[in-house]
């Protein structure tokens, strides 16, 4: 019996001996993988960074037509912040509308290029113009002001944490220790829990029956918001010990706060979060660190406890109220004076609306996006923190936004007919694309009337036929060329609109004019303005199909074009971005420009990684661009486009409408010597919209430039300078010219001997 028992006793003894060993070579195994993981965070990537997407620079000029609402709300979704009083500090600004002035305290702001110094400026208006700018620091008069970029949108996975990583020792002093008092006082005292903190806590909060105080050191906290989540469970909070208990052993104390002062939540700004000490005096105060005052401060670390509820933007009586708790603490603590603490108790919270950063051009990201793609992986797009500076200008960009939406719900409600069709294949659509011809900057995209329901880019991803507006291409190669029957061709050269028949490849084809009419004998000019079919099919069979293709390729159209009669009359599918790009080159003189997006991306240590600069080929002689721009200004002024006029565009422009023969399609390409924009309006499917491109898609480019050019000075098209032959050497350059007249290009072309006027 006495056997057995001590059998029993020795074979659990060997069992306790064995799960006790293994529980111990279990947890020596836990704890190494605990240390692994603390270990490779600290040492290893503790952050991705998002790249950011930038608008354009926004310009201020002596000359400039500015409202000073457009203006306020420019400057308010850039940060800066309204007083009643002079600015005094950077992201301040005060509009006196009465004595017409405008001062702001400019932010600090990098571009890839240049550093900029933020200063105080006045702006002077005489009416909306401005008349004067003046550097009030330096007392100086200035041509021009250019504010920021706008921050777009960014690229990201999941979770946008918007942060800018500091040194421990570019945090000043105070900011330190203000976190300290209020997050962990015993900081320097513990390793890593802190059994004091933990017994007060709980004191705290039996006394209170509620759940006031936690007792998590701040090493606590960034282990939580290292590796965990936020629940409440008593497993998690072991876990958050024992790894806090590894940092303190493994790291400094100095390496652990640092980290921690990066790493804070500190509130949200749409789908943005903010992330750090830095990004979070930016995002409350617009101003770096060390221009803080006391009060906010202590704002900022009263945050860490309740970001959201606690922030300024979403109850100022229960920021004010955290931040006077955190401002006692620190009298108490003898962390700041009592002349320090009175000042502070004053101090006004920042009174600034929340600024959200959304996505406000989605179409224009996409098509940058896939320029991106080109060249940087999703994972360094998503994680590497680049800055992409882009053409967007977003003032445009809302312009051509609110000019379709608003020109498509008037269609509908004047044309029923269009409403009934659109309910059946998706609603009636349309595009607009904006550029700068001198280099072809994109500078608006809008790809569709709403990118929540379709995401599909008619810009650059529609082919659609363009209708007349290819007929310009006719006419330009005719002027190029001439005719295969020796025909020099000018734009009063008569040629005759009837009715004829094509005979090619066995095969029989009949342009049409509109309603069947026909002119008989009519310049090129007249034939242009009027967009009558069956004179440019005529004047296409004399200069040649395939010159025409040729034109038309060299001008910017890369889709395929096949070398048949419909042709001339734009039976054939390009995309609306095609067509901008080939009637830019006319608006510049003849030289053509690549579309462009993205103008320079940066890395984090602000080392520019891309400059896609502007390279203009000359493809056409300066003299033939000119005598196009003159036909074409023709269109707005008595032709197809003449409507623009009545309804208040007058400005010098040229264009041309396109109207399908089926009447899917209906098109406007117009332009300024400095603007121009395409609008294409019809249905997705094979609907018809019955409407000519004057009547659908005029009145919504109408709308458009008549906002979009009200700020710029007026400008005509410029004739290249007279080239008069003489014994002497030629000069080297013809063209693009400058406005002074400068040549700047290639070599003239031999047709360059001729003047403008002799061009016309």
């Known amino acids: 019996m006495i056997k057995s028992k001590l059998r029993i006793f020795s074979i659990s003894l060997v069992a306790l001996l064995i799960v006790t060993s293994s529980g111990l070579v279990f947890g020596a195994w836990y704890l190494k993988q605990l240390e692994d993981k603390v270990v490779e965070k600290f040492d290893g990537r503790k952050w991705v960074f998002p790249s950011k997407i930038y608008s354009d620079s926004y310009f201020l000029y002596v000359g400039a037509t500015v409202r000073s609402q457009d203006l306020a709300e420019k400057l308010h979704r850039l940060g800066y912040f309204e007083t009643q009083v002079a600015p005094k500090a950077k992201g301040e600004y005060r509009i006196a509308a009465k004595a017409g002035v405008i001062e702001i305290f400019l932010h600090d702001?990098?571009?890839?290029?240049?550093?900029?110094?933020?200063?105080?400026?006045?702006?002077?208006?005489?009416?909306?113009?401005?008349?004067?700018?003046?550097?009030?620091?330096?007392?100086?008069?200035?041509?021009?002001?250019?504010?920021?970029?706008?921050?777009?949108?960014?690229?990201?996975?999941?979770?946008?944490?918007?942060?800018?990583?500091?040194?421990?020792?570019?945090?000043?002093?105070?900011?330190?220790?203000?976190?300290?008092?209020?997050?962990?006082?015993r900081f320097y005292h513990h390793f890593g829990i802190d059994p004091i903190g933990i017994l007060r806590a709980m004191w705290v909060n039996l006394r209170s029956l509620s759940f006031q105080q936690g007792g998590s050191t701040l090493t606590q906290q960034l282990m939580k918001n290292f590796f965990?989540?936020?629940?409440?469970?008593?497993?998690?909070?072991?876990?958050?010990?024992?790894?806090?208990?590894?940092?303190?052993?493994?790291?400094?104390?100095?390496?652990?706060?640092?980290?921690?002062?990066?790493?804070?939540?500190?509130?949200?700004?749409?789908?943005?979060?903010?992330?750090?000490?830095?990004?979070?005096?930016?995002?409350?105060?617009?101003?770096?660190?060390?221009?803080?005052?006391?009060?906010?401060?202590?704002?900022?670390?009263?945050?860490?406890?309740?970001?959201?509820?606690?922030?300024?933007?979403?109850?100022?009586?229960?920021?004010?109220?955290?931040?006077n708790v955190v401002l006692a603490k620190l009298l108490d603590d003898k962390i700041i004076t009592g002349k320090q603490y009175d000042a502070a108790l004053i101090e006004k919270l920042p009174q600034r609306l929340l600024v959200k950063v959304t996505n406000e051009g989605p179409f224009y990201v996409d098509y940058l996006r896939r320029e991106l793609d080109e060249n940087y992986s999703t994972a360094v797009l998503n994680k590497e923190g680049l800055r992409i500076f882009s053409s967007l200008d977003l003032q445009l960009q809302r312009m051509a936004e609110r000019a379709l939406v608003e020109g498509l719900k008037k269609l509908e409600a004047s044309h029923t007919a269009l409403k009934r069709k659109g309910e059946e294949d998706g609603g009636l659509e349309g595009a607009i694309v904006v550029m700068r011809p001198q280099t072809g900057e994109i500078k608006a995209m809008v790809g569709g009337r709403n990118y929540g329901k379709s995401q599909f880019n008619r810009v650059f991803q529609a082919k659609r036929q363009p209708g007349s507006v290819f007929k310009p291409f006719v006419y330009l190669a005719a002027l190029m060329h001439g005719g295969e029957s020796g025909i020099k061709y000018s734009p009063d050269t008569v040629i005759n609109d009837s009715q004829f028949t094509w005979t090619y490849d066995r095969q029989e084809w009949q342009p049409h004019n509109y309603n069947n009419e026909y002119y008989g004998a009519v310049t090129l000019r007249r034939a242009l303005e009027s967009s009558l079919n069956s004179a440019t099919a005529r004047l296409a069979q004399d200069v040649g199909i395939r010159r025409v293709r040729d034109v038309a390729h060299r001008l910017g159209i890369q889709s395929s074009l096949p070398?048949?009669?419909?042709?001339?009359?734009?039976a054939v599918e390009v995309t609306p971005l095609e067509v901008a790009v080939a009637f830019s080159t006319l608006a510049n003189g003849g030289a053509r420009t690549r579309p462009l997006a993205v103008k320079q991306v940066v890395d984090q240590s602000a080392k520019i990684l891309e400059r896609r600069d502007v390279k203009p080929e000359q493809v056409i002689s300066p003299q033939l661009a000119y005598a196009m721009n003159m036909l074409l200004k023709g269109v707005l002024d008595r032709g197809t486009g003449s409507m623009a006029r009545r309804w208040g565009f007058t400005r010098p422009a040229a264009g041309k409408t396109g109207t399908t023969n089926d009447y899917k399609d209906a098109w406007f390409v117009g332009y300024t010597p400095d603007l121009l924009a395409v609008v294409w309006v019809g249905f997705d499917g094979p609907r018809k919209i019955g409407l000519s491109g004057a009547e659908a898609a005029l009145p919504i480019w109408t709308e458009f430039m008549k906002n979009a050019t009200a700020s710029m000075p007026v400008t005509d098209f410029v004739g290249p300078p007279i080239r008069v032959e003489t014994d002497e050497a030629p000069s080297s350059k013809c063209g693009p010219f400058t406005r002074e007249g400068e040549p700047v290009g290639e070599p003239c072309p031999p047709t360059a001997t001729k003047s403008a006027a002799e061009a016309l």
């Not at 702001?109 to 330096?138: C, Y």
């Not at 939540?265 to 990004?279: A, T």
């Open 109 to 185: 702001f990098d571009t890839p290029t240049e550093k900029f110094k933020g200063m105080p400026v006045r702006i002077s208006l005489q009416g909306n113009a401005i008349a004067t700018i003046e550097n009030l620091a330096e007392g100086k008069a200035l041509f021009s002001l250019e504010l920021e970029p706008e921050l777009i949108t960014g690229l990201y996975e999941r979770i946008w944490q918007e942060r800018r990583v500091v040194k421990l020792a570019e945090v000043p002093e105070l900011v330190v220790k203000t976190i300290l008092a209020v997050e962990d006082e």
């Open 228 to 323: 965990l989540s936020d629940e409440r469970k008593f497993s998690r909070k072991i876990l958050e010990a024992m790894m806090a208990l590894i940092a303190e052993r493994k790291y400094s104390k100095q390496t652990i706060l640092e980290n921690y002062l990066n790493e804070i939540y500190l509130g949200q700004r749409g789908s943005q979060g903010i992330f750090g000490v830095w990004e979070a005096a930016q995002f409350y105060f617009s101003k770096p660190l060390t221009d803080l005052t006391v009060g906010e401060m202590a704002l900022l670390a009263g945050l860490i406890r309740a970001p959201n509820r606690l922030s300024p933007y979403k109850s100022a009586d229960a920021a004010t109220k955290r931040r």
């Open 563 to 570: 070398a048949v009669p419909a042709l001339s009359l734009g």
